[in-house]
């Protein structure tokens, strides 16, 4: 970690020699290590680590910008020339507001040193347990086990400076037969909320109880989803449309839905970059603190979250959702609110139905009603009378995401926390959609 002392003093010296009145600079830095297993068997171990400084120079109208991982002095120095001779090339752009005032970034703990710094033999450790449960059960597992830290720094000519440090820990596990794959996935940003044990059993089982699986015909069902699914629509929600740039470029699934009920009533959708229950995070990258947005309140759709170029553009605060110091603005720490039903209440109610354990390669193919097509994987079953009774070969489908939520008639009363790519994360329960669109069956 470089910490918060020598952030500053790199920040500090961006700022200095950048050569212009008004300028900006982020450094994002990650420490990450990962044990990665197969065939029951660990066989690699790395550590991986990287800063990048990000500098901004703005003349006037005119923005220019350039990254380096060289954090010598030499090396910022040539960043910020790059920085400010782009900005001078740069063609005027009229709806640029400058460079936002911030307040004081409030602190927000998510950091674990034991997380941050465990060892290799730790991680071992936690995998060993996987594959001797799955010796025991004659399965073959693979997956990871992943602990690090991530750390960002802002500091701007308008006075803003801000700093922050997570650490991070993830558990992925795909248990195998020749015929079934199950599938679980845990994260936090501390190593001790990994519920190890639980997430063995969930993946084996789900194994163990998939072979052989029949034929199900495409059609519309009921589905029961797993926290798992549901973290890939909500994450598949927020990147194509909770961001005010797709909105106002009419690319959202929220374009002609604000201010309307899309959604089941069951449906609250938010998000809280403070909330220690996900992977918090106070600022963005331009240093403005991170606003609660509620994106979806009982099915009615309500706001986007915005930037400051966005918010510009309609006479509006800045929600703090700059996710990267280039591009759009982007939700990073979102929440679905829990119902009142746990799983099995969920299955016990479908009378005839598919459950899904989660989608794998889903792709966009229209941004109205974020409509997607993907696959089932690693755990589906059909549902006769309350009951799971039988595995059955993945489906292809192609269904609209609103639509899905839309058609949500029960909710989960536990949430998951799921940790994504870039520390984005979402917080989710199952559900139970009574129609679901399937297109398709693999052989």
Request: hydrophobic share 35%; proline share 4%.
């Amino acid at each position: 970690m470089i910490g918060e002392l020598q952030c500053r003093q790199i920040l500090e010296t961006a700022i200095q020699v950048s050569g212009v009145d008004e300028c900006e600079a982020f450094l994002g830095a990650n420490e990450l290590s990962l044990t990665r297993f197969a065939n029951n068997t660990i066989h690699q171990n790395v550590s991986h680590s990287d800063s990048q400084l990000h500098i901004r120079c703005v003349i006037g109208k005119r923005q220019g910008r350039s990254t380096t991982n060289d954090l010598s002095i030499s090396g910022i120095v040539q960043c910020g020339e790059a920085a400010r001779e782009n900005a001078k090339l740069m063609p005027e752009d009229p709806d640029f507001p400058g460079l936002p005032e911030t307040a004081p970034s409030t602190k927000v703990l998510a950091y674990d040193e034991p997380t941050a710094f465990l060892n290799p033999e730790a991680r071992a450790n936690i995998v060993q347990q996987i594959t001797i449960h799955s010796e025991r059960n004659k399965l073959m597992s693979a997956g990871f086990c992943r602990t690090g830290i991530n750390e960002r720094a802002v500091m701007s000519t308008k006075g803003t400076w801000a700093h922050h440090a997570g650490s991070i820990a993830g558990l992925l596990i795909t248990s195998m037969t020749d015929s079934s794959a199950g599938w679980a996935k845990g994260s936090s940003w501390r190593i001790d909320d990994l519920q190890v044990e639980q997430l063995i059993e969930q993946a084996s089982s789900k194994a163990l109880s998939g072979k052989q699986p029949t034929t199900c015909q495409p059609g519309e069902y009921t589905v029961i989803l797993s926290n798992y699914a549901v973290d890939d629509i909500i994450s598949a929600l927020n990147f194509y449309g909770m961001g005010a740039q797709m909105v106002q470029d009419g690319r959202s699934w929220m374009n002609g839905l604000q201010g309307h009920q899309a959604m089941s009533p069951l449906i609250s959708i938010w998000d809280d970059g403070h909330d220690q229950n996900g992977c918090p995070a106070p600022f963005d990258c331009e240093g403005i603190v991170r606003q609660r947005v509620d994106i979806v309140t009982d099915g009615v759709v309500r706001n986007p979250v915005y930037n400051s170029y966005t918010a510009g553009k309609e006479n509006k605060q800045s929600t703090g959702h700059q996710i990267s110091p280039v591009g759009g603005p982007s939700a990073h720490n979102l929440f679905m609110s829990p119902g009142i039903h746990s799983e099995d209440q969920l299955i016990q109610s479908t009378d005839y139905g598919i459950y899904i354990t989660r989608f794998f390669y889903t792709r966009l193919v229209h941004s109205t009603g974020c409509t997607m097509t993907g696959m089932t994987r690693d755990g589906t079953f059909l549902i006769e009378n309350g009951l799971i009774t039988k595995p059955i070969k993945d489906l292809r489908f192609t269904q609209s995401y609103v639509g899905a939520l839309k058609n949500a008639e029960m909710v989960g009363s536990e949430n998951t926390l799921h940790i994504n790519e870039g520390s984005s994360s979402t917080n989710v329960p199952a559900i139970k959609v009574n129609s679901f669109n399937f297109t398709g069956v693999t052989v």
